[in-house]
């Protein structure tokens, strides 16, 4: 597939595509250009401190030399409230990124001018469900969607990206991805850098064709393997850019990393090697700075980084370094023997490796000043999981060549008995990853929740070496399982009843219905 897709194919194209893909008795009716801004009219009153209009639509960038590249965009701006609540990424398709304050109630009036259904999903964050962008609230082309929500989470890197059924990854691929920051007052008092010196990047591997299009061969395009593995672009890009590059004060510096891309994982290393300070997680701050060889990041998960240049000398060029972990793509990485005879067939350009890539680079070049990395960062409750905890299992399985969970793959409506959930209710999941056909990591994520990470059982050798890269004390909303591995989460259900999904996060098996409903009443 070439973006903007629709060059290629047809509205009606696209939108049978996307009922075959979403099951076509559970949307069918329900895809003219509706709105719920009606119903938003019967809610009880809502008066935002903080409106903002988003606009999913396509346009052309030069990201490469030459020709212009096909994009989709998210277009934002302020329409009440602070200025700086949207701040927009010149020249680049990734963004706005929003910036907004704990209790604050924000409403955003979203119209979908991209030739597919869509709709936004606000990752990480907790909201009711009728905010949360299901794909059965999916609008179709023209249409508009209206999200009124208090933003409960506290500070951290959170995210916003499509989540039609079945379209999701071709959306994000096509540029559709932007970081939502909170920001607290817990936050404020740890008095991290700020302003120029707090930076935030998203990474994204792609892959052009010879006159500069993006090519996303996923769900639909990608062939057998492709489908089974996820895709795997050619070259990684810094906030849609080939990559970045900073003029830095010998200071000390906040970095804010999303790994937006559908299936990559990627291992966050320093060119000179020098170790790296983790200060956050998906969910924000960690209780205190952790020392760590290099950072890994799985697709949706979001890493906070203090990179001090303080001891530099004038004139230095450090780099951080994007070094792709290739499960599933040729070079196999530690994976080798173990799937290496079962992926070295039917392998398209769906699966061609992407080098590691510097993606910032920062030149030390102006005076600094010492700023004291905080022992302390933030308040984290202990991970202990309370006696009698409901615990669950959730198997990570293949069959006919798709992935599923329990067995079963995404139904628009369906919730399993397993999968219904009290209100108020902690428990303990277990995601194990046994299959044995074919053995790949996969990002778990669950909506509607901030979790803690209990305990990872039976990491390979070999992969064990990875553990020491993982945020794993802090919170997390999407947490890679590897290969062989059951990982433990607790997760409160606390805050709204409703339905909610959880899935995998490699947009290719999402898509394919690597994904179900829970239900919290
Ligand atoms: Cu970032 Cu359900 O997704
Ligand atoms: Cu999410
Ligand atoms: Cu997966």
């Not at 509205?11 to 719920?36: E, H, M």
């Not at 963004?95 to 991209?114: A, D, M, S, W």
């Not at 990684?236 to 010998?250: D, E, K, M, Q, V």
């Not at 959930?421 to 669950?446: D, K, L, Y």
Request: proline content about 7%.
């Amino acid at each position: 597939m070439i973006y903007p897709p629709v060059r290629r194919m047809s509205v009606d194209a696209q939108r049978r595509n996307f009922l075959r893909a979403a099951g076509a008795v559970a949307v069918a009716g329900a895809l003219p250009p509706w709105s719920n801004m009606a119903a938003a009219a019967t809610r009880e009153e809502f008066t935002p401190d903080v409106e903002i209009e988003l606009v999913a639509r396509p346009d052309e960038l030069q990201i490469l030399p030459g020709r212009t590249t096909g994009v989709w965009h998210y277009a934002g701006r302020v329409l009440k409230g602070p200025a700086d609540a949207v701040q927009t990424i010149a020249g680049s398709y990734a963004g706005p990124i929003f910036r907004l304050k704990t209790g604050q109630k924000v409403r955003i009036r979203f119209k979908n001018q991209i030739p597919q259904p869509s709709i936004v999903h606000w990752h990480g964050l907790i909201v009711p469900e009728q905010m949360d962008g299901h794909p059965r609230h999916a609008v179709a082309p023209g249409g508009e969607y209206l999200y009124e929500f208090e933003v409960r989470n506290r500070a951290g890197t959170y995210w916003f990206h499509p989540h039609p059924h079945g379209l999701t990854g071709t959306q994000v691929y096509g540029g559709l991805a932007g970081l939502f920051i909170v920001s607290d007052d817990e936050e404020s008092a740890a008095q991290l850098p700020s302003g120029e010196r707090d930076i935030s990047i998203v990474l994204a591997d792609r892959t052009f064709d010879a006159a500069n299009q993006l090519v996303y061969e996923g769900a639909m395009g990608g062939g057998m393997m492709g489908g089974m593995t996820g895709f795997f672009g050619e070259r990684i890009l810094a906030n849609g850019r080939p990559s970045l590059s900073f003029p830095a004060a010998a200071g000390a510096y906040r970095l804010r990393l999303l790994n937006g891309s559908n299936s990559r994982i990627y291992r966050i290393v320093r060119s000179d090697r020098k170790p790296l300070v983790a200060i956050g997680a998906d969910g924000g701050l960690l209780a205190a700075p952790e020392t760590k060889p290099f950072v890994v990041l799985g697709p949706a998960e979001r890493a906070e980084l203090w990179i001090d240049f303080h001891d530099e000398s004038a004139g230095s060029r450090i780099a951080l370094v994007a070094e792709p972990l290739d499960f599933g793509g040729p070079g196999m990485g530690m994976m080798g023997g173990m799937m290496g005879g079962m992926m070295g067939q039917g392998r398209g350009r769906a699966t061609q490796p992407a080098a590691p890539q510097p993606f910032a680079l920062f030149t030390v070049s102006r005076n600094g000043d010492r700023q004291v990395l905080p022992p302390r960062l933030s308040e984290l409750a202990p991970i202990i999981a309370p006696q009698g905890t409901q615990r669950r299992e959730f198997a990570i399985t293949l069959g006919r060549m798709r992935w599923g969970i329990n067995g079963r793959t995404f139904e628009m409506n369906g919730v399993a008995p397993d999968e219904e959930i009290r209100f108020g209710e902690t428990e303990v999941w277990e995601f194990s990853n046994r299959t044995s056909m074919m053995a790949m990591p996969h990002p778990m994520h669950v909506h509607a929740v901030q979790f803690r990470v209990l305990e990872r059982i039976g990491t390979p050798s070999g992969l064990d070496g990875l553990r020491s890269g993982f945020l794993d004390s802090g919170l997390k909303d999407t947490v890679l399982v590897l290969p062989g591995e059951r990982v433990r989460v607790l997760l409160s259900f606390k805050d709204y009843r409703g339905l909610f999904l959880y899935h995998c996060h490699n947009l290719v098996h999402e898509d394919m219905g690597m994904m179900r409903n829970f239900r919290v009443t």
